[in-house]
């Protein structure tokens, strides 16, 4: 068997999280500054159903070997009589939001796709159903933003959507140093639904529709001349401050990401939007035309 390596991004996500679990509208982009290395080395001779894989660096062989049982059990020749040297090498952060998960299905995924275990068509379900373990309850916009490697809308019932953006608007990110588990997250705002139906019911609609302001504003800035970007930009900081707010009702923005906030304002941000499921992470902040 050949050697096998890919590169993948993480994501990002402008509007549309925790909303997009129950059908909501969600806009995703591949993050610009984290990538993840899934590279396969064959051993010469295999030996048994695994052939006595190795894992680099040697903490990831749990998670991997995990992976790859489960996968098993989507595939039940997923990775039959692999021999040799997986290695990882990532950027990404786990626990901020920004794809560490999604990029690893992904990445594992495409390595099955390349000895014939699964077809193009099976990537994206099979890589949201092993997110399973990660997240509980996966969306699948994650793995759709990682897969697509450009900028999306996703939707439960529609999937992924590209988005045909020649130009994007200056965005920056800023890591609040704090992690936390997607699960733990996603089960916070699913209490919400317990407590006050009406007012979780009343976020999501809030959160999907900044999501769809979002989704046009980008659109908007990308078919406008550098003169004519101003509504663009209005639209987007809106449709960004929106979906920041639900953070707050959800109970998901802690005090370092409201004091991080004001000085990225008081520095010239036009908007500035936690990303990811909450908790911790990274806020993101639109910045002035290019």
């Known amino acids: 068997m050949k050697g096998f390596s890919v590169r993948v991004p993480g994501k990002w996500v402008l509007a549309g999280e925790h909303a997009v679990i129950r059908g909501g509208l969600a806009v995703a982009l591949p993050h610009p500054e984290f990538t993840l290395e899934f590279s396969y080395e064959p051993l010469a001779n295999p030996v048994g159903r695994d052939g006595g894989l190795r894992f680099d660096p040697s903490q990831t062989a749990g998670v991997l070997e995990g992976m790859i049982h489960e996968a098993r059990a989507l595939c039940p020749q997923a990775a039959s009589g692999a021999s040799g040297l997986i290695r990882v090498q990532s950027t990404i952060p786990s626990g901020a939001g920004v794809g560490s998960s999604a990029a690893l299905c992904v990445a594992l995924a495409r390595w099955l796709e390349s000895r014939g275990e699964l077809a193009p068509a099976q990537l994206f379900e099979f890589a949201r159903t092993l997110e399973d373990r990660f997240h509980g309850k996966s969306s699948g916009m994650d ?148």
Do not use: I, N
């Not at 697509?148 to 529609?158: E, I, K, L, Q, W």
């Not at 608007?169 to 699960?183: K, V």
């Not at 005090?255 to 908007?271: F, H, Y």
């Open 143 to 290: 793995v759709a933003a990682v897969l697509a490697g450009r900028p999306v809308s996703f939707t439960r019932a529609a999937g992924a959507v590209p988005l045909e953006l020649g130009e994007l608007p200056r965005f920056s990110f800023h890591d609040l140093g704090l992690r936390a588990r997607t699960r733990d997250c996603v089960a916070q705002v699913e209490a919400l639904f317990r407590t006050d139906p009406a007012g979780a019911e009343a976020a999501d609609r809030r959160m999907s529709d900044a999501a769809t302001q979002a989704r046009d504003a980008l659109r908007a800035y990308a078919q406008a001349g550098p003169s004519d970007r101003g509504p663009a930009l209005d639209a987007l900081a809106q449709a960004m401050d929106q979906a920041h707010a639900c953070y707050r009702t959800w109970g998901l923005l802690p005090p370092e990401a409201e004091s991080l906030e004001a000085r990225l304002r008081a520095q010239g941000a036009r908007a500035v939007k936690l990303t990811g499921a909450g908790g911790g992470g990274f806020l993101v902040a639109l910045l002035d035309s290019r």
